[in-house]
């Protein structure tokens, strides 16, 4: 590799699937989320002198030439790709182009895809050289500074030996301290932070964008992948998140934040330190985050209003009881509904997280799940498609649970590529459309969004530049949801 840059990395956020079907992606549409991770790891390579460039298809589509002219200009020895299941295939193939055009060039695979199956992409796909095993910033760092021939010196690697088997260097011994890294470098996001959008009707006002502050969750959810930072949890110091959100109003004029993290209330003491710093040093942002009942309380929820949050998320996942024991901890709505009722009494909007097709799903429990959820305060709500990704607790015996379709380019939770015994995948469809239709026939949430004409016109202003293809998208669902109602 004498004619490539041994240290210069291009970073991939891959689409996922063809760019010509971007255009109708109902859920690009909605939200364009930057990929925290890549300009996390980014930040940290450049300031130990490694050059690191980004390019985000899922952002930008058509980026295959962008890809190729940087490939053939700036000659990197390294391109890294950040994957998702659904992403693997998209990466695999941008991984064999750019072989095509740099035959030396190394290519390097993580997220969680990755470190859930480990060995097995090594060893199934040649265009693979290596796999990063967890967090990414300190193992690339030293793999780059020592080169691709050391890989196994490097903890947190997967690599071929000698004999072209895959093997793995080991966990690395302890996480990065969060406080000790950069921020993400956000200006290596071509058109950031224009380029990405929250969901819409889930913030207040614009430019916004999403933000973590925390790494892992403590908690061991069935559905959940816990292959990258396993079950700890670390998290940014108040000073740190405060400086962070400084930044992005400085230097990007961003006036919301989505706390993107598994668990954002789970330390009180620095979400109050936090809240206490935006009361006494006001940024003008608002913020929204996702939390679990069990670390939400009235005072803790009044502070943070106070403070400019906007919008709490919790995991509902299902309205049945019985089946949510199945699959996570602490199963008691009565105190989740109890919490929600105290959310909307701060005066913050309130959105369900839930998913549908769990195994042991059944129509009775779903019947269940939208009673109880039209019994409750809730704003907004996000009804995602269950899936069975690799690395969660219940894809290693789901084949005794239903039947799944484990086709990776689908598995993005738009699809019923699982189904649970005793249901059919068009009456799963039917359900599924019957939920949200139900939801937003109903008067008050009619209004609700009716008031976002003043509370986030943004919002409006996208839905309506976008609202042929939301029509669209609804008539090719229409038929689904008639049978119901004959």
Not at 21 to 39: E, H, V
Not at 71 to 88: D, K, N, V, Y
Not at 216 to 232: E, K, L, W
Request: glycine residues 6%; contains cysteine; proline residues 5%.
């Amino acid at each position: 590799m004498t004619d490539l840059d041994t240290q210069k990395i291009l970073l991939i956020h891959p689409l996922g699937y063809q760019a010509a079907a971007a255009k109708n992606d109902i859920s690009r549409m909605a939200n364009i989320m930057p990929p925290l991770g890549l300009a996390s790891i980014a930040a940290y390579l450049e300031r130990e002198k490694i050059r690191a460039d980004m390019i985000d298809c899922y952002a930008h589509p058509d980026s295959d030439a962008k890809i190729l002219d940087y490939l053939q200009q700036q000659r990197p020895a390294w391109i890294g790709f950040s994957c998702t299941t659904s992403s693997f295939l998209d990466a695999v193939r941008l991984a064999e182009l750019a072989k095509s055009v740099l035959p030396e060039i190394r290519t390097l695979f993580g997220g969680a895809h990755v470190s859930a199956l480990k060995e097995q992409l090594v060893d199934d796909y040649p265009a693979v050289d290596i796999a990063v095993i967890g967090e990414g910033e300190e193992t690339l760092r030293e793999l780059i500074t020592s080169g691709f021939d050391q890989a196994e010196t490097v903890a947190g690697l997967i690599f071929r030996n000698p004999e072209g088997q895959a093997k793995f260097s080991g966990h690395r011994s302890c996480g990065l301290e969060l406080d000790s890294l950069p921020f993400p470098a956000y200006e290596k996001l071509a058109g950031y932070p224009e380029a990405y959008s929250l969901p819409i009707f889930n913030y207040p006002k614009a430019p916004s964008t999403s933000c973590i502050s925390s790494r892992g969750c403590p908690y061991a959810c069935s559905y959940c992948d816990r292959s990258v930072f396993q079950q700890t949890f670390r998290h940014n110091s108040a000073d740190y998140l405060y400086r962070h959100l400084d930044y992005l109003q400085q230097r990007f004029g961003i006036r919301h934040i989505n706390f993107y993290d598994d668990q954002f209330t789970f330390k009180r003491q620095r979400v109050e330190e936090f809240c206490q710093l935006m009361i006494d040093n006001p940024l003008g942002m608002t913020f929204n985050c996702a939390v679990r009942a069990e670390h939400i309380d009235f005072d803790l929820l009044k502070l943070m209003k106070a403070a400019g949050c906007w919008m709490v998320s919790l995991g509902i996942e299902t309205g049945d009881e019985e089946l949510l024991t199945q699959h996570r901890q602490n199963a008691n709505l009565d105190m989740l509904a109890e919490k929600i009722r105290l959310i909307k009494k701060a005066g913050i909007r309130t959105k369900g997280l839930l998913m549908m097709g769990l195994p042991g799903e059944n129509e009775a429990s779903i019947r269940r799940s939208m009673e109880y959820v039209f019994s409750l305060p809730i704003d907004d709500f996000n009804l995602s498609k269950f899936t069975p990704f690799p690395g969660s607790p219940i894809y290693e015996k789901i084949h005794d649970l239903g039947e799944f379709d484990e086709d990776w380019e689908k598995m993005d939770c738009m699809r019923f590529q699982f189904v649970p015994h005793g249901m059919r995948k068009e009456r799963l469809e039917e359900l599924f459309i019957l939920f949200y239709k139900s939801h937003f026939q109903r008067p008050k949430v009619l209004w609700g969004y009716l008031t976002m004409l003043w509370k986030s016109p943004d919002s409006w202003k996208r839905f309506i530049g976008n609202l042929g293809n939301f029509l669209r998208f609804a008539r090719s669902n229409r038929r689904l949801g008639e049978s119901e109602d004959r």
